[in-house]
């Protein structure tokens, strides 16, 4: 069983930065592959990032450019650096880890933490 802990959410001016942090338990966090989807109000959840355990990313297009993650494997915990926020990156953001072991998919998904982006 993996845990997530997401933290580092709070209320931001637009044009501001926040990180997210999420730390995972378990042993499997290594070869995972770390995403963060976010979640606004009457919107579908969308993912908004994601790190295998390579190293290689992806973003969505809406936050290219602003939004960076990366992963500490040494912590066992991901993050997402976000710059030059927007009132529409205002949403509940997920951690979730996805893995594979002999053909079985393991994923687990954090609480949640909320950023809201206003003035």
């Known amino acids: 069983q993996v845990q997530l802990v997401e933290s580092g959410g709070g209320l931001v001016q637009p044009g501001g930065s926040l990180r997210l942090s999420c730390a995972a338990s378990g042993s499997i966090f290594s070869i995972s592959t770390m995403r963060w989807y976010r979640q606004a109000p009457g919107k579908q959840r969308e993912l908004v990032a994601a790190?295998?355990?390579?190293?290689?990313?992806k973003y969505a297009d809406s936050v290219k450019g602003r939004f960076t993650i990366s992963r500490d494997n040494a912590k066992n915990t991901v993050y997402l650096q976000m710059n030059s926020l927007k009132p529409e990156d205002t949403a509940v953001y997920y951690c979730n880890s996805l893995s594979y072991n002999l053909g079985v998919r393991y994923e687990y998904w954090g609480q949640g933490t909320q950023v809201t982006v206003s003035s």
């Open positions: 790190i295998t355990s390579g190293g290689s990313t």
